[in-house]
């Protein structure tokens, strides 16, 4: 396959994952509902989604024959984890409690501009001074909406949406560095099995002892067997593939698929003012991608310790 066609399958896998990903937000609140009306704790969703996925990677490593994991992956492995499986779900989990998916899918905006800065900056890429400019004017977008909805300005589930945005990129980025080594199928599998340690005994610990309603049960299903597995399956090949800075732009439709989901799903109205800021932060990531950067790819080698 040439470069430009790898590219090519690169986004195209980028942008499944990103409409897997797209729902995440509305199934997360469903899984663990609004403050007024609690669900599925918190820690639970986190760490159960997690678990139960991993268990499922150790039947897929065992059917698919995959060989033994090296050692020099592990860190790399562990920089997705604290991520991508307890970082992210968690922030994200706490701060639908306060706030509902459709302000959490206008701060979202901000996970293609994060990746692309975690990506420049550990793959040793240097995008030019207007796409720096760019994410700054992102940023301001959403601190601006954010502050308007909430009518005493920015609050903790806000900080919280920021922490979720950020552990998402660090471990979308530590996870597309080990997939030029091994297969995105074995990454995602790789990183939940070595979080089994943890999740597992959280998960077990933190089982809801309230009965909850169903829907709650979907939501906790979707993010167990979409969010956290299969979805990554695509991402992961998508990055590696494409390149991290170049495919992680196609998370631009991410917020606004989401904000479309959270209509049938949750039935929140969307409000002009949502859209128009989704819009605008939707469009600067955009305008920042167009701008002349170097986007050579530094391959960070894992250590050769077997």
Known sequence: MTKKSDETLGLWLGLIGVAIFAMTLPMTRLAVGPGSAPQLPPLFVTAGRAAFSGLLSIIY??????????????????VAAMGSVVGFPLFLGLALRQVDAMHAAVVSGLLPLGTAIVGAIYFRQRPAFSFWFCAVLGCALVIAYAALMSHSGLTIADGLLFLAMMSASIGYVGGANVARFISAE???????????????????????????????????????????????????????????VRVSQVQLVQPFLALLFCV?????????????????????????????????????????AE
């Open 61 to 78: 490593l065992w059917l698919t024959g995959a060989p033994r994991l090296k050692r020099q992956y592990v860190p790399g492995l562990l």
């Open 186 to 244: 074995q990454v995602i599998c790789w990183v939940l099995v070595i979080s089994l340690p943890l999740t597992l005994p959280v998960t077990i610990a933190s089982w809801p002892q309230a009965e909850v309603h169903y829907s709650a049960w979907i939501g906790f299903t979707y993010v167990t067997l979409f969010s956290m597995w299969i979805g990554f399956f695509a991402w992961y090949r998508g990055l590696a593939l494409g390149g991290t």
């Open 264 to 304: 049938p799903v949750l039935g929140e109205r969307l409000e002009p003012v949502t859209v128009l800021f989704s819009l605008a932060v939707i469009a600067v990531v955009f305008i920042g991608k167009r701008m002349p950067a170097d986007t050579k790819t530094h391959v960070v080698q894992p250590s050769k």
